[in-house]
């Protein structure tokens, strides 16, 4: 396949259709990007060569263009001195040389038409480039997350929490099962005379309580009357 070819095909290409389309996302994205630089290269190499014709055509009319001067200047001399002739053959020289340079500039026209073409297409190439790299990136966050995400699950479902989660349960039942043994005990059993007393206590705190409960919603009750 030709650099213009890929080319062509890079440009028009759509990263992420073709993304979703793959079977292997990270290879896929990581050959693209291969394949980009390496057109980016060859496009870089051949704009280069470009210039470099450019430069030599460039130096080549400046001197033709030094030696027209020149001759016309030879021209004014022979003018100076009477000699038509030699005037005339001094400027004969210079129209060559200025056919010349015509022909020069019009080889330079298509390398300046190449250089604005290579030109668009590196800025289209290295955009194309920075978006792969960006899927790139995002495609590793999502792998990282998802591989995270596989091992937090991989282990609440192995057999490791199991045995955790049954070990809390052997100790719940067993737990219970004190509970169950302090409440049998207490079955049947007369309270002694600290605990009698202590109801006493706890049960007269209590009337005390109510019967400030009423007297206060009496008092209420009253002022409202008045009212």
């Keep these: 396949m030709g650099i213009f070819t890929r080319l062509t095909d890079i440009i028009n290409s759509n990263i992420t259709h073709i993304l979703d389309k793959a079977e292997d996302p990270d290879k896929m994205i990581r050959m693209m ?113 998802a591989e995270s995400q596989l091992r937090v699950r991989s282990k609440l479902y192995d057999n490791r929490i199991e045995n955790i989660m049954n070990r809390f349960a052997l100790m719940e039942k067993r737990v219970e099962e004190t509970e169950s043994r302090v409440e049998a005990t207490e079955l049947g059993r007369e309270k002694t005379l600290n605990e009698e007393f202590a109801d006493l206590e706890a049960n007269e705190r209590v009337a005390d309580e109510l019967a400030e409960l009423k007297d206060k919603v009496a008092k209420k009750e009253s002022k409202a009357a008045k009212k």
Excluded: G
């Design 33 to 145: 990007i291969q394949e980009m630089e390496d057109t980016l290269v060859e496009v870089r190499s051949s704009a280069a060569r470009v210039i470099a014709d450019r430069k030599e055509i460039d130096r080549h009319i400046d001197r033709l263009q030094k030696v027209q001067q020149d001759w016309y200047d030879k021209a004014e001399l022979a003018m100076s001195k009477n000699r038509e002739d030699l005037a005339n053959a001094a400027l004969i020289e210079k129209a060559k040389l200025v056919d010349i340079v015509v022909e020069l500039e019009q080889d330079r026209a298509p390398l300046e038409e190449a250089l604005t073409k290579y030109e668009a297409d590196i800025v289209s190439l290295e955009a194309k480039i920075k978006e792969a790299k960006q899927k790139q990136q995002s495609l590793v966050e999502r792998q990282n997350s």
